[in-house]
Nanobody, 126 residues
């Protein structure tokens, strides 16, 4: 059973920083096909940042230059460093993974971000 434990959310002022963490268990951890989505009230889910099936990070335009994705494989942990936070970054942030990533052809097959964590709230005040 896939388990994704997120942490690191909180409340900060505009311009502040937070680092989200997601520790994964219950599946074969790979260094690709994992990332972060977010959702705020009245808005749909938005992909924030993720490692694609080639292990390359990609970012939403709205966070490029401010957010950085990283991971610690031995710890099975994914991180999202968020700097220069803005009120529009306020949302519930979800860690997502493709639990079947080990069966993909890296760089050829697409990721299916089917497993989601419970989310961690990020609130940025002006």
């Amino acid at each position: 059973q896939v388990q994704l434990q997120e942490s690191g959310g909180g409340s900060v002022q505009t311009g502040g920083s937070l680092r989200l963490s997601c520790t994964a268990s219950g599946y074969t951890y790979m260094h690709y096909c994992m990332g972060w989505f977010r959702q705020s009230p009245g808005k749909g889910r938005e992909g924030v940042a993720a490692f694609d099936s080639a292990g390359n990070p990609f970012y939403a335009d709205s966070v490029k230059g401010r957010f950085t994705l990283s991971q610690d494989g031995p710890k099975r942990t994914l991180y999202l460093q968020m700097n220069n936070l803005k009120p529009e970054d306020t949302a519930m942030y979800y860690c997502v993974v493709d639990p079947a990533a080990a069966g993909l052809l890296p760089g050829r097959d697409a990721c299916n971000y089917d497993s989601w964590g419970q989310g961690t709230q990020v609130t940025v005040s002006s």
